[in-house]
């Protein structure tokens, strides 16, 4: 009998230091980013080094100019580039700020519904665009709205896409929170096969954001 207890003790704890174990693995980590901003991902993330970010935002500038599309009106500058392990990475994030803003909180608000149509065919004709510059293919663009986070408001934009390296089905979700003095850009993106993985991470992502 003792021996039987003193089993299922040790069967016990090793399902505590499991749990343990798991809890550290899965771990979130707050990253203290430029102009107050900051953000919990998970500790076991790949953060791209500065050198990475650039290469990105440089990659991107020289889309948009074969496009034909015009950049952001201010300074975009790249804060945080995060990939998810284990390769291929199944979600990634990406936090940016814009200075000076490109719109503000009182434009935000007067946004009708008719607007926000009329922007939604605009930026599908932007990334369409893109796409025959030899970006990803755009599957299609998600009605655009307006939620409010920490008392501002945020323009949302989401759209699926198709990666130009593999076939897998990618769901983009952009976070635009315009402040006093510069727009934050949150960038939220995961491969939709694996959404009941990706969705619950960058969900808690989202919420942690402080700026």
């Known amino acids: 009998m003792r021996l039987v207890i003193n089993n299922l003790l040790l069967t016990l704890l090793l399902v505590c230091f499991a749990n343990v174990a798991t809890a550290e693995e899965t771990s ?11 953000i919990e ?4 993330w790949n953060v ?3 050198s990475d970010q650039k290469n990105i935002a440089a990659a991107g500038d020289a889309m948009l100019e074969d ?17 998810a392990l284990p390769e291929p990475a199944g ?5 940016s700020a814009i200075r000076p803003p490109e719109f503000t909180q009182a ?3 007067s ?11 605009e930026m599908a004709a932007k990334l369409k665009k893109l796409e025959a510059s030899g970006g990803p293919k755009i599957l299609e663009v998600y009605p655009l709205r307006v939620e409010k986070m920490n008392n501002y408001l945020i323009f949302v934009m989401s759209y699926t896409k198709r990666s130009t390296k593999e076939s897998s089905l990618w769901l983009v979700t ?8 510069r727009l934050v850009e949150v960038t939220l993106s995961h491969r939709q096969s694996d959404s009941i993985v990706w969705k619950p991470i960058l969900g808690r992502v989202k919420r942690s954001l402080r700026f």
């Open 28 to 38: 979130f980590a707050r990253q203290h980013l430029p102009f107050g901003i900051s």
């Open 41 to 44: 991902i998970p500790s076991h």
């Open 48 to 50: 791209l080094s500065r």
């Open 67 to 83: 496009a034909g599309i015009e950049g952001p009106s201010g300074k975009k500058e790249s804060l945080l580039v995060v990939k």
């Open 91 to 95: 979600a990634i994030i990406r936090v």
């Open 107 to 109: 434009e935000l608000a």
């Open 111 to 121: 946004l009708t519904e008719s607007d926000l149509i009329e922007l939604r065919k």
């Open 174 to 181: 952009q976070y635009k929170i315009p402040t006093s003095n």
